[in-house]
């Protein structure tokens, strides 16, 4: 049946070539069959370690040392529940940057982080990378997408669910159990491997399913594959992703060839598409200024209350939700909102529920006294402006609550 699906695409799509000249953020030479199933691009590159803050537990950063064709677009990825980028994913950073990416690969404040927190995280690392990092002016900032494994593939799906103006995400064997994808306005390719008992190829059709008509996306199966398939040298899967990434990142449609039809079937047991995967318009005039150093705003989710306003006069105010909650804990946000006027630090505080403890803070600097918490801003996002916002994250134990907090500056 797999078989006769990948048939009925190779005569149904028709591929549509695109010119260098009718699209200034093509990077490389025209691809072939052999150069995009390499393990290595036509780009050199280099790399630069990040420390641990700025909203995630630190990473690597990988990029071309070509500064001739412009700025380059920016991919963040994260590995999956208790892993690190080190162990899980370090192998994929080269191999992507070499095909004309600037690529941010992080580890999580904490290897227990859920979907949500990765997400959070995915985000807080794109805006380092095209804010404040080193290599921010070889970023366009306008151009980026993310990509997670298993737990890390829920964080890229909740981060695209954020981050509207992202360009694509990219689920590699995704477990995504704090939010569906029924509002999902970002192109979308999902990953699956037969033999995963984990997150099943089942419950991957699910959410390719969830993604509504006229948003692009695309369903790979591997054959063979466990859950695993994303931790080590993946031939298959970069073959795939990397066309993809291409096509929604660059725009550059000399890839569709080879997902519309799939041209390399070796390895793939099933293939689903919106086949001919469009991208969004290149600009006539795409922007050649540094990319913008305030912090681009993020869409937050429909269920999200909207901040308490601040009492007159007050400094800042704080109001709570509960992202998520399973037996046992549960995870909740706050977001921070300045009054009339700047604010250079903030501390929100609440007392916590019988039963209730703290076990890990993104986004902020926790401290306990008996059963009152206090978080204080971490160092990047305690200067607001009048009316500006802020969120931090927390995990939990106990049942989730409705808590009174308060804001004071700082």
């Given at each position: 049946m797999a078989a006769a699906a990948l048939c009925a695409l190779s005569v149904a799509v028709a591929v549509r070539p695109a010119l260098a000249a009718d699209n200034p953020y093509q990077r490389g030479p025209d691809p072939t069959p052999a150069s995009v199933g390499a393990s290595r691009g036509t780009f050199a590159t280099a790399q630069v370690s990040v420390p641990a803050g700025n909203g995630f537990g630190g990473g690597v950063i990988y990029y071309?040392?070509?500064?001739?064709?412009?700025?380059?677009?920016?991919?963040?990825?994260?590995?999956?529940?208790?892993?690190?980028?080190?162990?899980?994913?370090?192998?994929?950073?080269?191999?992507?940057?070499?095909?004309?990416f600037v690529v941010i690969g992080i580890d999580t404040n904490s290897r227990n982080d859920w979907d949500?927190?990765?997400?959070?995280?995915?985000?807080?690392?794109?805006?380092?990378?095209?804010?404040?990092?080193?290599?921010?002016?070889r970023v366009d900032a306008s151009r980026a997408a993310v990509m997670g494994h298993s737990m890390g593939g829920g964080g890229a799906i909740y981060a695209a669910l954020q981050r509207p103006s992202l360009k694509t995400t990219v689920g590699l064997a995704p477990f995504s159990a704090?939010?569906?994808?029924?509002?999902?306005?970002?192109?979308?390719?999902?990953?699956?491997?037969?033999?995963?008992?984990?997150?099943?190829?089942?419950?991957?059709?699910?959410?390719?399913?969830?993604?509504?008509?006229?948003?692009?996306?695309?369903?790979?199966?591997?054959?063979?594959a466990g859950h695993g398939f994303p931790t080590s040298n993946n031939p298959t899967m970069m073959r795939n992703v990397i066309p993809w990434l291409k096509i929604f990142v660059d725009s550059d449609t000399r890839y569709t060839q080879f997902l519309c039809p799939l041209s390399n079937?070796?390895?793939?047991?099933s293939y689903e598409s919106t086949c001919p995967l469009v991208p969004s318009p290149v600009p006539t005039d795409p922007p050649t200024s540094a990319p913008p150093t305030s912090t681009p705003p993020t869409t937050p989710p429909p269920t999200t209350p909207p901040p308490t306003t601040p009492a007159p006069g007050?400094?800042?105010?704080?109001?709570?939700?509960?992202?998520?909650?399973?037996?046992?804990?549960?995870?909740?946000?706050?977001?921070?909102?300045?009054?009339?006027a700047p604010i250079n630090g903030w501390t929100v505080r609440w007392t916590l529920g019988g039963g209730q403890s703290i076990s890990q803070v993104w986004n902020g600097t926790l401290s306990t006294s008996g059963s009152t918490a206090t978080v204080r801003n971490a160092p990047y996002n305690g200067s607001l402006?009048?009316?500006?916002?802020?969120?931090?994250?927390?995990?939990?134990?106990?049942?989730?609550?409705?808590?009174?907090?308060?804001?004071?500056?700082?």
């Amino acid at each position: 049946m797999a078989a006769a699906a990948l048939c009925a695409l190779s005569v149904a799509v028709a591929v549509r070539p695109a010119l260098a000249a009718d699209n200034p953020y093509q990077r490389g030479p025209d691809p072939t069959p052999a150069s995009v199933g390499a393990s290595r691009g036509t780009f050199a590159t280099a790399q630069v370690s990040v420390p641990a803050g700025n909203g995630f537990g630190g990473g690597v950063i990988y990029y071309p040392t070509d500064t001739s064709q412009g700025r380059f677009g920016a991919v963040a990825v994260v590995p999956g529940y208790t892993a690190t980028w080190a162990a899980e994913g370090a192998w994929m950073g080269p191999w992507l940057a070499s095909f004309g990416f600037v690529v941010i690969g992080i580890d999580t404040n904490s290897r227990n982080d859920w979907d949500t927190a990765r997400g959070t995280q995915l985000l807080a690392a794109l805006d380092y990378l095209t804010q404040r990092s080193s290599v921010r002016d070889r970023v366009d900032a306008s151009r980026a997408a993310v990509m997670g494994h298993s737990m890390g593939g829920g964080g890229a799906i909740y981060a695209a669910l954020q981050r509207p103006s992202l360009k694509t995400t990219v689920g590699l064997a995704p477990f995504s159990a704090s939010q569906t994808l029924n509002n999902m306005r970002v192109p979308t390719m999902l990953l699956a491997g037969q033999n995963d008992g984990t997150t099943t190829p089942a419950s991957i059709r699910n959410y390719y399913g969830q993604v509504p008509s006229g948003v692009e996306k695309a369903y790979l199966e591997l054959t063979g594959a466990g859950h695993g398939f994303p931790t080590s040298n993946n031939p298959t899967m970069m073959r795939n992703v990397i066309p993809w990434l291409k096509i929604f990142v660059d725009s550059d449609t000399r890839y569709t060839q080879f997902l519309c039809p799939l041209s390399n079937t070796n390895g793939i047991r099933s293939y689903e598409s919106t086949c001919p995967l469009v991208p969004s318009p290149v600009p006539t005039d795409p922007p050649t200024s540094a990319p913008p150093t305030s912090t681009p705003p993020t869409t937050p989710p429909p269920t999200t209350p909207p901040p308490t306003t601040p009492a007159p006069g007050g400094p800042c105010a704080a109001s709570y939700r509960t992202v998520n909650s399973w037996s046992g804990g549960f995870q909740g946000e706050v977001t921070v909102r300045a009054g009339g006027a700047p604010i250079n630090g903030w501390t929100v505080r609440w007392t916590l529920g019988g039963g209730q403890s703290i076990s890990q803070v993104w986004n902020g600097t926790l401290s306990t006294s008996g059963s009152t918490a206090t978080v204080r801003n971490a160092p990047y996002n305690g200067s607001l402006p009048a009316s500006g916002s802020t969120t931090f994250g927390f995990i939990a134990n106990g049942s989730p609550s409705a808590p009174t907090l308060t804001c004071a500056s700082p």
